[in-house]
């Protein structure tokens, strides 16, 4: 039996619907994808997740989404049962059709809200977006941040901020990855870029947290996006 979701995803959907940037970036780093596509749709790349009912929000009103199988990607063998345990247990693995199918109304909001990531201090507190590190190489948008818009920004929050008051689950997730954030730009000596809930950018110490006013044009870049960016490529 279905159960009611507290979140109406068509509502959600219809308030976090801007794109990451101005211009189509998926035109940017499917030239560097040797299969063609932009990363994030890349099954190979990236397994999409949904909430649960998120899961039966979606199969009610499209055909585009299955239940992640594990033999999606052809050019790789994927540890299936690897990737399940990791999944948090209130989140399901999904494949689309591809991007040839998308539909962008249908799109998760593990689609919408890619590259980033809530990112939360060790007390808790939601205070903006990070990148997913991992991606720094495939991504052209991390390298872009400045390209981000300021409605994408704003949606972002205002979705976090919805899911968080519904789901502390979720929230917990993020403050754990918060952390594993932090373990990792330790090691690597580094301070965590952060698209700040206030609309302005700065640098995280992953040490003492402390926050350090930048603009996003200072943020680090990664090959293959190295280009000046009047003419990022
Ligand atoms: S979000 Fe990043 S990986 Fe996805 S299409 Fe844009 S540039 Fe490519
Ligand atoms: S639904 Fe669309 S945006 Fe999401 S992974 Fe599939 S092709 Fe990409």
Same mark, same amino acid.
């Given at each position: ?101 998308? !539909? @962008?109304?249908? /799109? ?7 590259? =980033?990531? #809530? $990112? ?88 003492? !947290? @402390?926050?350090? /006013? ?7 870049? =990664?090959? #293959? $996006? ?8």
């Amino acid at each position: 039996m279905p159960q009611r979701s507290p979140i109406n995803f068509q509502d959600l959907y219809h308030a976090f619907d801007a794109p990451v940037t101005a211009i189509d970036c998926g035109l940017k780093c499917a030239p560097h994808n040797p299969a063609g596509i932009p990363y994030c749709c890349d099954i190979c790349c990236a397994v999409p997740v949904a909430y649960r009912l998120e899961w039966q929000h979606l199969q009610r009103h499209t055909d585009l989404w299955h239940a992640w199988q594990g033999d999606e990607c052809k050019s790789e063998e994927s540890n299936r049962s690897q990737l399940l345990e990791q999944t948090p247990p209130h989140l399901c693995l999904l494949a689309c059709k591809g991007p040839a199918h998308c !539909e @962008r109304e249908h /799109r998760s909001v593990s689609c919408r809200q890619f590259p =980033f990531y #809530p $990112y939360l201090t060790s007390d808790y507190r939601f205070i903006g977006l990070t990148y997913d590190w991992e991606f720094s190489n495939r991504c052209w948008v991390i390298s872009n941040l400045s390209m981000v818009t300021a409605a994408f920004r704003q949606e972002f929050v205002a979705t976090f901020d919805r899911i968080f008051e519904t789901w502390l689950e979720d929230m917990d997730s993020y403050i754990e990855l918060s952390g594993e954030t932090r373990e990792h730009y330790r090691a690597i000596h580094r301070r965590i870029p952060l698209l700040h809930r206030d609309g302005k950018d700065y640098l995280v110490s992953p040490l003492s !947290e @402390r926050l350090y /006013r930048t603009t996003a044009e200072h943020f680090p870049r =990664f090959a #293959p $996006y190295t280009a000046p960016l009047s003419n990022p490529e």
